[in-house]
């Protein structure tokens, strides 16, 4: 039996989640959708730390919220001409009931199955990830680091003007 | 699933788990639904952000506890799913910004240049 505080907890965050989601999709500027982006994102971390995932929990906080929110902000001031609006496209219809149609699925059948574990509670994650990232999946974390590199040498490459291009600047 | 009050009050596996579809489905509607790249962008994240409350919720409930083992394998899934959306927004608002320069727009109805 889960104590009161969980339950609240899981309650709050869940609300703040697909709240804040769903004006994710409502709001007008691409600006205010961005911020209640970054509203889900925290939502999201208290949900990971009711699941006792510390780690993850700060991870998220200081990835998502922090760092991808800051890029988008970026790419959003670095396009200035461009409009705001967070307008729909002829696909939005679609796109509602694709959603709709996972969202069911996805509940009908956690609720259909008979799940039988029981919950393990970590008093911390850390050493654990820590031994397992260095030892069962040490290569998928060198790869990651090289998939890392080079998507930042990629993304330097990309946007960096050279003088010796002679279409920069013209072909708009 | 005995009662319904057991339903609300006891926070399972069953939870996490609608939430996690609503995220995701939610994710979608943004992705398939909106017109600016930023905004597509900020679906696929939200979608990404569905999958990984699902991998933790197994995690915390796991079905198979004959081993010991493997308890926090999700987790470690979890940290590349972080970075590889790290690496993947990273790259996807950098070639937004390369669109805008050569047509000062990132609105995908209007990047239709190999549309026949």
């Known amino acids: ?172 | 699933m005995t009662g319904i009050s057991e339903l609300i009050f006891e926070i399972g596996l069953v939870h996490y788990l609608i939430v996690s579809g609503s995220v995701f489905g939610l994710g979608t509607a943004i992705a398939l639904g909106k017109r600016s790249a930023i905004a597509v962008l900020m679906g696929i994240e939200l979608m990404l952000n569905g999958s990984i409350l699902a991998l933790l919720a197994f995690s915390r409930f796991p079905q198979n506890t004959s081993s010991e083992a493997g308890l926090v394998d999700g987790h470690v899934f979890v940290v590349f799913i972080l970075s590889v959306a790290a690496a993947e927004a990273a790259v996807a608002l950098a070639l937004s910004v390369l669109v805008y320069r050569k047509r000062e727009t990132v609105d995908l109805d209007r990047i239709n240049l190999m549309r026949w």
């Open chain 1, 1 to 172: 039996m889960d104590s009161p505080g969980i339950v609240i907890g899981f309650y709050m965050m869940a609300g703040l989640v697909l709240g804040s989601g769903t004006l994710v999709f409502l709001a007008r500027n691409l600006l205010h959708a961005l911020a209640f982006l970054v509203i889900s994102f925290l939502g999201m971390a208290g949900l990971f730390l009711t699941l006792s995932a510390d780690f993850i929990a700060m991870a998220q906080i200081l990835i998502y919220a922090g760092s991808i929110s800051v890029l988008m902000v970026f790419a959003v001031m670095l396009t200035p001409l461009a409009s705001r609006d967070n307008g729909n496209t002829i696909y939005v219809l679609p796109g509602l009931l694709a959603a709709g149609g996972i969202a069911t699925f996805v509940g009908f059948l956690a609720l259909d199955t008979s799940w039988s574990g029981p919950a393990t509670d970590f008093t911390t994650t850390i050493d654990l990830i820590g031994n397992l990232l260095l030892g069962k999946y040490v290569l998928a974390f060198e790869i990651a680091s090289v998939l890392l590199l080079f998507a930042l040498i990629g993304a330097i490459m990309l946007v960096q003007i050279s003088p010796s291009d002679p279409e920069e600047g013209e072909g708009r």
